[in-house]
């Protein structure tokens, strides 16, 4: 049973004053999870979250993990502009794009963030960019081909095609780009790889970590570079299905330090420092999105319409993933009802949820739609005319603030030259 961080009697406090719907965050939530993940390396001297900006661009969330000594993980020029708005300083930005703008870069350096390079030939466009190459680099690593991770209670654990990706260098274009990068001044070197996206399993992790290890140390010794940082990136999923187990931050950690002890220790390469770029562990869990049921439609099957659309939660339109829903006030009641939840798009797949078995549902009901805190109201858009909703924090004193306004139509028109 997937219970929601919110129950009916705060929603009815919470839509007297806020216009359904809305993205709402559970601060506590957040701020517990972050201490997990950081206590689970706490073994490694140095290690740093780099919460990845693009999940959850949120002002005030990006505060709260600062707060819990996380940085900022940016991949463009405004979620870099974001970063510093909030706070966060120099080694506390890493920078890992791809496809990059020379202005880009020249943000990132001003700002003494950490650029993580995803091209050899960005060596080079890197420095005609900002006229040097800074101490510390981190390139980005693709072994190519299927990655895949043993067998889990319901077959393969994890798959993904690192060979599809455009991430990254291949194994030879890595040492080339270490070499040159030494060649032109750098002096400390970070790796980093990203082989797969919401891993439910507490072995992705070690096994990253594995591989990188033992590329550092191959590295080290073709190259001669000093490698200091790993870079595990992002990829530890959330339990999106009620019947999916959650992953072991604490379990994940002590597999790492595992691969630490057995492959970077031995190597004399106990001093490097460990971080990640987690979006979607860090915040999906934390946020949910509220809408109101609007209308039912009866034809050759049964619909409920709510006041959300894809345009607040793009994930089941675009990828048909599954959002758990809850009817707010009937968690315990049988789920003997069969719909179809859909927003208001000019477009098909503008479904929250497919033949799902929900409670008898009435007009007027609010609907919980579960692990939107990532990649949620952050791939908002405005098609048809949407606006993008407000979002909420739900403060630890039960409170709620809102964090960020809903558009206006003001807004939509903005941009328009008449
Ligand atoms: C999207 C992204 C992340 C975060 O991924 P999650 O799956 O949300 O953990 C981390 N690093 C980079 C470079 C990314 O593009």
New binding site residues.
């Given amino acids: 049973m997937k219970n929601p961080f919110v129950t009916r009697s705060q929603l009815d406090e919470i839509v007297k004053e806020h216009p359904t719907p809305f993205h709402l965050y559970d601060e506590t939530g957040i701020r517990e999870n972050a201490r997990r993940v950081n206590a689970a390396f706490a073994w490694n001297p140095g290690f740093k979250e ?1 919460f ?1 900006v ?2 959850t661009p949120n002002p005030s969330i990006l505060k709260i993990l600062r707060e819990e000594g996380c940085g900022a ?1 940016c ?1 463009s020029l405004v979620e870099l502009m974001l970063a510093e708005r909030c706070g966060f300083k120099g080694q506390e930005i ?1 920078f ?3 496809n990059t703008l020379a202005e880009e870069y020249q943000l990132a350096d001003k700002l003494g963030a950490v650029i ?1 390079l995803d091209d050899l030939t960005h060596v080079e466009f890197l420095e005609q960019a900002i006229g040097h190459i800074p101490e510390t680099v981190f390139c ?1 690593y693709n072994p190519g081909g299927v990655f895949t991770l043993g067998e889990g209670k319901d077959g393969l654990q994890v798959m993904d095609s690192p060979g599809e990706a455009k ?1 990254g260098m291949t194994r030879p274009q890595i040492a080339e780009a270490f070499r040159k990068l030494k060649g032109l001044g750098a002096r400390t070197f970070g790796i ?1 790889a ?1 082989l797969a ?2 891993t439910i399993s507490n072995d992705y992790y070690p096994e990253l970590a594995a591989i990188l290890f033992r590329l550092a140390v191959e590295l080290r010794e073709e190259t001669g570079c000093d490698i200091r940082y790993i870079n595990l ?5 959330v339990p999106y299905r009620p019947e999916e187990d959650t992953n072991d931050i604490h379990l994940i950690g002590q597999g790492v330090r595992r691969k630490y002890e057995e492959i970077l220790v031995p190597a004399g390469m106990g001093d490097v420092q460990l971080c ?9 869990p934390y946020g949910c999105l509220v809408t109101k049921v609007l209308h039912f439609k009866h034809i050759y099957k049964e619909y409920a319409g709510v006041d959300a659309c894809a345009a607040d939660l793009m994930r089941p339109a675009v990828y048909g993933s599954y959002h758990h829903i809850t009817v707010s006030g009937k968690e315990d009641a049988p789920h003997d009802h069969l719909y179809d939840v859909t927003g208001s798009l000019c477009e098909n797949c503008d479904k929250f949820a497919v033949d799902r078995m929900l409670p008898a549902i009435e007009r007027g009901d609010l609907l919980v739609i579960h692990d939107t805190g ?2 949620g109201h952050a791939m908002g858009y405005n098609y048809n005319g949407k606006l993008r909703s407000a979002e909420l924090l739900l403060q630890p004193d039960g409170t709620v603030r809102m964090i960020r306004r809903a558009e206006k139509p003001e807004d939509y028109f903005a941009t328009a030259v008449w």
Avoid: Q, T
């Avoid at 990136?233 to 999923?237: C, D, E, F, N, R």
């Fill in positions: 780099y990845a693009k999940a993980d991949s890493m890992s794009s791809n993580n980005r991430y980093h990203f996206s919401n990136s992002g990829g530890i999923g990640s770029e987690l979006g979607r562990f860090m915040l999906a990532a990649h």
